[in-house]
Nanobody, 121 residues
Framework: QVQLVESGGGLVQPGGSLRLSCAAS????????MGWYRQAPEKERELVAT???????SYAVSVKGRFTISRDNTKNTVYLQMNSLQPEDTAVYYC???????????????WGQGTQVTVSS
């Protein structure tokens, strides 16, 4: 069983910063691509940023230049540094990963439980 656990969400004022973390645990052989998604109230879940196992990175246009995704493979963890936060960034942020288990199965869409980010004055 593989689990993803996010942390680091909270309330921040406009212009502020937060750093989200997502740690994978369980019977893991290796992790393929990792990413962050978000879902605002009454909106569809949208892609925020992804990072491949080879550190190829992509961002949604709305966050490019403000958010930075990174990963630490020794800790099976992906991070999202969010700067210059705006009210429209308010959402539940979810971590996603493709995980190769020690059972030699591939789990392509493993999700965390989400962490709330609220940007408000």
């Amino acid at each position: 069983q593989v689990q993803l656990v996010e942390s680091g969400g909270g309330l921040v004022q406009p212009g502020g910063s937060l750093r989200l973390s997502c740690a994978a645990s369980g019977s893991i052989l290796s992790i393929n691509a990792m990413g962050w998604y978000r879902q605002a109230p009454e909106k569809e879940r949208e892609l925020v940023a992804t990072i491949s196992s080879g550190d190829i990175i992509s961002y949604a246009v709305s966050v490019k230049g403000r958010f930075t995704i990174s990963r630490d493979n020794t800790k099976n963890t992906v991070y999202l540094q969010m700067n210059s936060l705006q009210p429209e960034d308010t959402a539940v942020y979810y971590c996603n990963a493709g995980v190769f288990g020690r059972d030699f199965r591939y789990y392509p869409n493993t999700w965390g439980q989400g962490t709330q980010v609220t940007v408000s004055s």
